[in-house]
């Protein structure tokens, strides 16, 4: 058998994790991207659009359809930015909190059954090691 190429087999192993973490949150209709976007909104409200795409890797095209989306939803709405008016900034709504939440608990348990799985530090050395080589090839 051939072994893949790093790039490939990473790829394909996250894309697997992704699967697995995308089923306990599409368990109420939120879809991995969803997630992050609100994830982020939460930690840095009133982020533009451009800072949106380049923290979540999304091409400016798919995060404008997920953001629409989202506004229909009421789950994230637009302000104009007082000093740009060029500019939009995006904030998480108390509909998109309060859904947050709720996935946030469901994230959590499928990390803490991971952490059982494997424990703590071998967890641990895993998000280090892939952080350290994400910085590496960047």
């Known amino acids: 058998m051939q072994r893949r190429p ?11 994790a ?6 306990q949150l599409n368990a109420e209709g939120v879809s991995l991207d969803q997630w992050r976007l609100m994830m982020a909104l939460s ?5 533009t659009m451009g800072k949106l795409a380049d923290e979540l890797a999304i091409n400016h095209p798919t ?13 994230v709405y637009r302000v ?4 740009d008016r060029r500019k939009v900034r995006m904030f998480l709504s108390d509909k998109g909190a309060a859904l947050l939440e709720s996935q946030n608990r ?3 348990d499928h990390e803490a059954r991971v952490e059982g799985s494997y424990g703590n530090e071998d967890t641990k050395k895993l998000r280090d090691m892939l952080e350290t080589f994400i910085k590496q090839i960047s």
């Open 6 to 16: 790093l790039s490939e087999h990473l790829s394909h192993l996250l894309a697997q």
């Open 18 to 23: 992704n699967r697995h973490i995308s089923r």
């Open 43 to 47: 930690e840095v409200g009133g982020s």
């Open 63 to 75: 995060l404008t359809k997920l953001v629409d989306r989202m506004v229909e939803e009421a789950l």
């Open 80 to 83: 104009p930015d007082p000093s």
């Open 106 to 108: 469901r994230v959590q």
